[in-house]
């Protein structure tokens, strides 16, 4: 199967700093990338999202960079709040309409 | 509100004995699709549905069944659970998995003994 990893796993961050969420895919051929938010006792929430001709998209507060070349995604999330603890998962979607998510970052904000 | 449910949230039950986790969605979705979700592990696609009477294996479908008999549900079913389908089990739904990808339920736990 597909292989979407996460460079860290857990992620603790103060009030206020800017955070940054990494993911790695393996399928050079997905072409369409989605970063979701899962709240505990919650199911995953679409946070962004990014097709692959475009390297950057911005959202409220969130900002999504692609890298095609290195097959890497990375979520950024200005001015953290204690709102955005959560576990963030990266998904690619493959040529076959196939979604793989990777296992997931768990972001603890500080106040 | 547009949304995708999933029932029951919480369930335990005993090894080998039938159950079935429902899941509709109030969109007109065509797609639908159920993960688990295990620590360490993440999301792991068990099957999906592009549309009415059409459904597809994922990446983990042994011991599991499926139906899509109408649009709007897509009922989860395991014949004779084990211990090892222990897990957290989330159906979503999408109309353009290029466009917004999947809306999740809010997940059901299941816990086999």
């Known amino acids: 199967g597909e292989s979407v990893g996460l460079h860290l796993p857990t992620l603790s961050v103060q009030e206020g700093d800017n955070s940054i969420i990494n993911c790695a895919y393996s399928?050079?051929?997905?072409?369409?990338f989605i970063w979701y938010k899962q709240e505990s006792g919650k199911g995953p929430q679409f946070i962004i999202d990014?097709?692959?001709?475009?390297d950057k998209r911005q959202g409220q507060r969130v900002t999504v960079l692609l890298n095609k070349t290195v097959k890497h995604l990375s979520l950024q999330i200005a001015a953290t709040q204690p709102g955005d603890s959560a576990v963030y998962f990266c998904?690619?979607?493959?040529?076959?309409?196939?979604?793989?998510f990777g296992t997931g970052t768990s972001l603890t904000v500080i106040p | 509100e547009a949304q995708v449910t999933q029932n029951p949230r919480y369930l335990i039950t005993v090894t080998g004995k039938k159950l079935t986790v429902t899941c509709s969605q109030n969109?007109?979705?065509?797609?639908m699709s159920w993960y688990r979700q295990d620590p360490g592990l993440g999301l792991r696609q068990i099957y999906y549905?592009?549309?009415?009477?059409?459904?597809d294996k994922g990446d983990v479908p042994e011991g599991y069944k499926v139906s899509r008999k109408e649009k709007r549900n897509f009922p989860l079913i395991l014949e004779s659970p084990s211990p090892n389908q222990t897990s957290l089990y989330f159906c979503?739904?999408?109309?353009?998995?290029?466009?917004?990808?999947?809306?999740f339920g809010s997940g059901t736990r299941l816990t086999v003994v």
């Open positions: 979503a739904s999408s109309a353009n998995l290029r466009g917004g990808g999947y809306t």
């Open positions: 399928n050079s051929a997905s072409d369409y």
């Open positions: 990014i097709r692959s001709n475009m």
């Open positions: 998904a690619e979607n493959t040529p076959f309409n196939q979604f793989y």
């Open positions: 969109m007109n979705h065509e797609y």
């Open positions: 549905s592009m549309n009415v009477e059409v459904t």
